[in-house]
């Protein structure tokens, strides 16, 4: 007799679309009914919820996940798409079908940045950048969160070719964007009035990141060193250099405390994964740590600073301990295809990840656990 197919979990689903983008919806979206009664209601489901999960900070209608991605142009048949799930800490589970679908036509959504304030997203299209807003859904009684195109237009991001990396500042008062063309494009937000524009910054801009106070923008390229831009003078005042060959991935700041900050760099080493640390006042490595034996091809930190997660191209995910950079959780073939995206949610107790093999995934983050494998 063969082997039994096993089911997937609950909080993993699948959704028919090649998936490039994941983010947790901002707790400033999240479009309630203000009634009174109605408000009053919520509260009390909310306190509820809190005394059944132990730790939990809010109920489970709080939390969605956006989804971006597609087949692409063509005649594949599949969708290029903006999709909105929901999940469930109570059930650990993701919503089976989306809550929402906003379907691009022929135009794949590659990149995705959701604003921190909660005014909606940016997706990067094959040539065009474009802003979609949150939309209040009426139906009957219930109050549905879907989205909408918006009526304001990114000018000076269209016509100027595929951007691969979109990035806000911590107050969303700054837009940095980066082209395949290695082009990088910084704006205020909202006015989209340009800080600077650095024609040839890389050959090819793949990463960004700001430092936790807005002051700093590291940005990586495709090959040759990961440099590090001051946003008030618009000028490069570091270069992040590279040792033996290594490929920079990703990049990522950390606030470990009041007066200290941590730049991460995911890379790809001829033995694998490696973390490498970086100084932000002297913009010198610390330290460099193998992680894993397979390349990483997603990387993120959580909010409160105590973990780092890394996708695999085998689809592995792995929770590592920032402090003693070890792995915590490690999820083997969490999905069958590469790990495109991770992102921790706002309240550091799950991460999400997404792959081209057109599934979501959502890991709850437990800081007790010791070396988990699953």
């Known amino acids: ?11 993993l689903q699948r ?7 994941a983010a947790w919806l901002p707790p400033q979206s999240r479009h309630e009914d203000h009634d009174s009664s109605k408000q009053q209601e919520q509260e009390q489901e909310q306190d509820k919820v809190r005394e059944e999960i132990p730790h939990a900070s809010a109920s489970s209608y709080e939390y969605y996940v956006v989804l971006a991605g597609g087949g692409g142009e063509g005649r594949s048949g599949i969708p290029n798409a903006v999709l909105l799930s929901r999940f469930d800490f109570s059930s650990n589970s993701l919503s089976p079908q989306p809550v929402a679908k906003l379907n691009l036509g022929s135009d794949l959504p590659y990149r995705m940045v959701v604003h921190p304030g909660g ?40 016509d100027v070719g595929q951007q691969l990396a979109l990035v806000f500042n911590s107050d969303s008062s700054v837009l940095a964007v980066g082209g395949e063309d290695g082009n990088l494009r910084v704006f205020k937000w909202p006015s989209m009035e340009i800080i600077f524009n650095e024609a040839q910054a890389h050959v090819s801009l793949k990463d960004l990141c700001f430092s936790p106070d807005g002051k700093f923008l590291v940005s990586l390229g495709g090959r040759g060193p990961g440099r590090v831009w001051d946003v008030t003078s618009s000028m490069a005042v570091a270069s992040l250099s590279k040792e033996n060959d290594e490929i920079f991935a990703s990049c990522r700041f950390s606030q470990i405390s009041d007066q200290t900050q941590v730049l ?56 590592i301990n920032s402090t003693n950079m070890r792995v915590q959780t490690m999820i083997r073939k969490a999905h069958l295809g590469i790990v495109t995206a991770l992102t ?12 081209m093999d057109s599934s979501a995934r959502v890991t709850l983050v437990d800081d007790k656990k010791c070396g988990t494998y699953i």
Not at 15 to 21: E, F, R
Request: charged share 25%; net charge neutral; hydrophobic share 35%.
């Open 1 to 11: 007799m063969g082997k039994k197919k096993e089911t997937d979990p609950p909080a």
């Open 15 to 21: 959704y028919g679309v090649p998936l490039y983008s």
């Open 119 to 158: 005014d909606g997203l940016i997706c990067a299209l094959p040539n065009s950048c474009r802003f979609f807003e949150w939309d209040e859904i009426k139906d009957n009684e219930d109050h549905k969160l879907g989205l909408k195109l918006s009526e304001k237009v990114l000018t000076h991001l269209e």
């Open 264 to 319: 991460y760099i995911a890379a790809i080493t001829d033995k694998g994964s490696s973390i490498m640390t970086w100084n932000t006042s002297s913009w010198k490595r610390v330290s460099s740590k193998h992680v894993f034996r397979e390349p990483v091809s997603s990387f993120n930190i959580s909010p409160d600073g105590k973990f780092l997660a890394i996708g695999t191209a085998q689809g592995d995910v792995l929770l």
């Open 344 to 355: 921790f949610s706002h309240d550091s107790r799950a991460l999400v990840s997404a792959s």
